[in-house]
């Protein structure tokens, strides 16, 4: 019984488990916890393991790795062609095991612990980031109740906040004023916790040499630097001089960023990139395709 190709579906708690013969026959199908699994395919000769690449599958493709397994990660829409009949865990294994057999393939880079790391702090500061509007569109609604109308920048409200809440002729009931005081003291809760953020993606990115040479095309700082690295980690310095355009127009990265100056902050424009003064040589291939 010789194995071709291996295809492991993950789950939270289960990996489905099905291997293929030459003639894409199934040899095994197995269901296992994690360490089931891991001690199952210890012992395994196969020359490819095939994951969907979902949460967890870069920590078990490391696992596998570090076995000596040639481990593969795909997206799942480039699986979803290869599933035969009524979807289960079963059948999703042994698409994936048929898929990571084919030569041209498009498969996704297992991230190192340093990208997770990365992609978590950029995934909690969109979150922050999604709260503080909520909390700022809610205290404009409670105050436009009362007659008091703002810009929509956020600034302007900031700066009236201490008035608001120390004028006592302003039409609001105390009920209503302490849910106010309520929602400023949650601004300036997720205001700083932002902060702190931001100054912790400034000191990666200072210390990584990936993001030192992204930084160097113009109009690109921290916060899309470690985004980028994160993404593709070290891919990035093989990129082509369109990848930052790509990655824009795809949406990984956006088209502006704070930086935080001795003035204060200013939001700067993303110009026509210039990708070799990066160091980034010419190239067609997009690492993360």
Known sequence: MQIHSVGIDVGKTTFHLVALGAAGKVLVRKKFTQKQLLAFTANMQTPRIGLEACSGA?????????????VR??????VK????????????AEAIAEAVERKNMRFVPIKTDDQLDLQAIHRVRDRLISRRTAVINQLQAF??????VFAQKQAKLKAAMADILENAEADLTPLMRNLIDRLWGEWKLVEQQIEE???????????DAGCTRIRKITGIGPVVATAIVAAIGNA????????????????????HEKRRTKEGSRTTSLPTTDASSAGLP???ALPFA
């Open 236 to 255: 990035s310095l093989r990129a082509a001089p369109q990848l930052i355009e790509t990655l824009i127009q795809q949406g990984f990265i956006r088209l």
């Open 58 to 70: 870069h920590f078990l493709g490391r696992a596998l790795r570090k076995q000596g397994h040639e």
């Open 197 to 207: 953020l931001n100054d912790e993606l400034e000191r990666i990115s200072a210390s």
């Open 143 to 148: 105050l436009l109740e009362g007659g008091m």
């Open 81 to 92: 062609p290869f599933v035969k009949s009524n979807k289960n865990d079963f059948i999703d």
């Open 73 to 78: 990660l795909i997206a799942a829409q480039f």
């Open 282 to 284: 010419h190239g067609n």
